[in-house]
């Protein structure tokens, strides 16, 4: 607006200026008020440069509005863009389709497990590797080391170690598998109805209770006068399992197990 008011007072100027020039002319006839050409030569070329000058102003004025203009529309379009970006609605990932859990393969055996301890009961079936026989093995947190039904135990050298032969029952008959094994070590056990402590053989035998299977050591020992011919102690059950002291047969061999040895139950 500055330069508008500018210009037009401008333009106006020699207007004025002859006007004043009559009127101071006709007011007194005796003197003279002529303005010499030269200084109207003069004063017509600045008002031409002053206008020149106006006209570069506006053109750069415009020239700087329009940049401003584009400045602003771009800013304000990516305002406007990054606005719609954060408050676009969120897609929702697809549910993945549940997966039916797969049913128990009963071939592999059974042991539930809690923690990845194998949870069984007071009585479990055990299987011996090697002759392939299945005992009912009584579990016992109170006994430190397992233990396994032996008879005609005998001690031999082989290549500089000492080894151990012995007999285990088949169950449900009267016959007896012999076994070699060399030997872990000794133990020696005190029992309230002996007066004396008893050496006994320790061997490594390796078994299955369920689905788990496990290497550890057995003492030897007769129990033909004892309920159950294995004893499952603290060295199996160390780390390993759990007694659920209201069950029995928690867990199930494998099926290819019980069929070879005519346990179907």
Known sequence: MGFKRFRAGLQKLPVVLITGSILLSGCSADRYFMVPKTDLNELGASVKIQR?????????????????????QSATQAILQAIATQVEKPECPPIPARRACPATDSSKGRADRLKGK????????????????????????GAETSSINARNIT???R??????????????????????????????????????????????????????????????????????????????????MLIDVGKEYATELPESIRTSNGDES
């Open 52 to 72: 020149a000058t106006l006209v570069t102003m506006e053109s750069n004025a415009s020239i700087r509005h329009q940049q401003v203009m584009t400045q602003s």
């Open 118 to 141: 194998v949870i069984v009961g007071e009585v479990e079936n055990f299987y011996l590797a090697g002759p392939g026989l299945i005992y009912k093995a009584r579990i016992d947190s």
């Open 155 to 157: 001690r031999f050298e």
């Open 159 to 240: 290549d500089g170690n000492n080894w151990v032969r012995f007999e285990v029952p088949v169950p449900g008959t009267d016959e007896f598998v012999t076994l070699e094994k060399e030997v872990s070590r000794r133990v020696r056990v005190i029992q309230a109805s002996a007066e004396e402590a008893e050496r006994r053989v320790v061997v490594e035998l390796q078994f299955f209770i369920g689905d788990h299977q496990q290497v550890a050591e057995f003492t030897l020992a007769d129990r033909s006068n004892l309920t159950y011919e294995v004893l499952i102690g603290r060295n199996v059950l160390r780390d390993v």
